[in-house]
């Protein structure tokens, strides 16, 4: 398929995980691509994975800095001319996972910033180009974290949830504008940002119950991710807009307690 051909597409945390598996599925269907990571080792890893002739330009920056944000996004309309897709996964973990009587405001501030506020930078500047173009999709990257407890820690369960309402918020906004925007929500997946979980599961012989309460039993890879996300960024899903699509497994399907399982 090349559901992306002529299509320029704008992904945030591209230097690893799902970022950079979304940047390979949307370049191997076609797309051409500005790619945005604060890791430039890991965004020059992610272009030599591309397929061979990939037109594609990267950015080292912040998210949630707002100038680097909008010069970004004119660059890319600058260089190609138009922006169609707009992949919003940059995000962070931050490691904590205080309890609600324990709570950091600067961990707080920092997880907020990059997983929110990016979110809400890239779509402000992004939006105005496809306002213009008549068009556009915006697919955030959310979490099942956003959607109920156990799946991460306090602030980053809050930012998630935040993406999920803020997407719905858009939407209401954009829709008028034929622009849509949709997130994906996933379960376990392994990437940069759960490798501590993955790596305690393995040193400790543990690795079989990774994803065990899912109800498919097993956890998921990046690429599973990005074949959702090419799907809402597509035509196929010209019609949803406003949507959080957990890709998890079934996880969020059963209460999922303790001892609920076989």
């Known amino acids: 398929m090349q559901r992306f051909e002529n299509r320029i597409a704008l992904i945030t945390g591209a230097g690893s995980g799902i970022g950079r598996a979304t940047a390979k599925r949307l370049a191997a269907e076609g797309a051409r691509l500005m790619l945005v990571d604060r890791n430039e080792e890991g965004l020059q890893q992610t272009v030599e994975q591309l397929p ?18 909008e010069q970004c996004v004119a660059d890319t309309i600058t260089h190609f001319g138009r922006l169609d897709v707009l992949c919003n996964n940059a995000g962070i973990a931050g490691g904590d996972y205080s309890t609600a009587q324990d709570q950091s405001l600067e961990t707080w501030q920092k997880i907020i910033s990059v997983n929110l506020y990016g979110v809400m930078l890239f779509t402000k500047y992004a939006s105005r180009q496809m306002e213009k173009q008549g068009q556009g999709a915006i697919v955030n990257t959310a979490s099942v974290a956003g959607i ?32 849509r925007v949709n997130a994906v929500c996933p379960g376990l997946i392994e990437t940069g940002m759960t490798a501590p979980v993955f790596d305690y599961a393995r040193a400790n012989n543990k690795e079989a119950k990774l994803g065990a309460r899912c109800e498919l039993r097993r956890y998921g890879r990046p690429e599973e991710i990005a074949a959702t996300i090419a799907f809402l960024a597509s035509d196929d899903a010209s019609y949803i807009t406003g949507q959080a699509l957990a890709v998890d497994g079934g996880n969020t399907a059963s209460l999922n307690l303790p001892g609920m399982k076989v």
């Open 148 to 179: 109920r407890s156990g799946a991460g820690g306090n602030a980053y369960s809050a930012s998630k949830a935040g993406v999920i309402n803020f997407t719905m918020t858009s939407a209401c906004d954009l829709g008028a504008h034929n622009i």
């Open 52 to 69: 061979a002739g990939t037109e594609v330009l990267q950015r080292a920056l912040d998210v949630a800095d707002e100038a680097a944000v």
